[in-house]
């Protein structure tokens, strides 16, 4: 079942000599747990495709279909619900609110959608133990390394019964151990969870986590990896020699 | 990787047999580095024959011939793990070679050929990644060596990534030029006139 299909979704900004192409013709879906990386250079569309991809935007032409339903006609207020309830957002900065705690920030989302305080506590203490924050549910943000920054970000993108997650560059302000911690955990959150999830990058080695790995270059699907032989192929070689 | 090394390595936990050196090697190097029978006696013989090593001497090139390290194998290994590997001239890299190459082949798409091998490597990244994800929690040799070979590899898609801006730089300049630049997949393409000119002044 797709979580999120985009049909020949093409995007641009201005008009006549002005006009920018930022997404042309892109097609795109992401399966229930399955997790799919775009990579492309700094200007190739990424951020736009997600932002599309999370109804942030609306595509000049083509088809955005969230768990199977064309979003195109939806009121803001019907898109709005769909970002609060279907879609978690990771971002490269964590955006998490400075004033709140690890919980309250992961809780918020479901406040927000109505949920009571009490409910919208415990599902983010579960989501928060599920990536190993138990302990840090109390601290603040600035209280937190990045690492843990991100994790509390990712914990927010999952919590509740969010089936989509958009992330943006997710492992961009941390080092490589950190990074890719991240990247395994929304790979988790994919093959446990069920969730489906595109990250955009331009890191070859974050990219890898994905199951498929989608090229952008100048707004456009250039090429897409295929999927692999096993990783025991690699470890066999000359074994029996 | 100098498997001489590694066998010297090993021997300074005691002797051992050549077959359990191997498997002990390959363990080591998270199996990344798959060993045969013959490479590990072959090294034994040589380790012998410069005094590095000695054997027990019972038995031929079988499993039950044993080995211990020497006083000049330690003070060997030890000089090893202090030398620098290397690195001051760069490898003749056969995909460097391949993308500088292109640039002088008429009707060449050098961004789609850059893409093709783009493709392969991430592919063969995400193989490699696969095997953190599953045959590698808590196992230190496996997540250092996998991660050598994940750097190794990316560091040449990071290559590509700068060859291909420059080239499309030089491109836009009119320094360079191609058939399309838009459709990577066909490598054969009618010359432009440019390098129709650069072809014969290369013939």
Redesign the interface.
Known sequence: MSMLELRAVSRSYGQGSAEVHALREVSLTADEGAMVAV?G?SGSGKSTLLAIAGTLEDPTTGEVLIDGKPVRNESRGAKARLRRRVVGYVFQDFNLLPGLTAAENVSLPLELDGVSGRKARIAALKALDRLGLAERASHYPDQMSGGERQRVAIARAMVGERRLLLADEPSGALDSVNG?AVM?LV?EACKNAGMAAVVVT????L????DR?M?L??G?V?????P????E????????? | MSVRHAMLALLTEGPKYGLRLREEFEARTGEVWPLNVGQVYATLRRLERDGLVESDGTGDEGAQKGFRITAEGEQELARWLRTPPDLSSPPRDELVMKVLVALRVPGTDVPAMIQMHRRYLVELMQQWTRIKEYDARGDLNMLLAVDAELFRLDSVVRWLDAAEARVNRAAADGTIAWADQASPGNQTRTPLPRQRREARRWR
């Open positions: 990579m250079p890719e395994r790979h331009h890191d070859a080695q990219a890898s986590w994905a790995v090229f270059r100048d456009r250039i090429d897409q990896t295929v692999a032989a096993g990783p192929s690699l470890l066999t070689q000359d074994r029996n020699q």
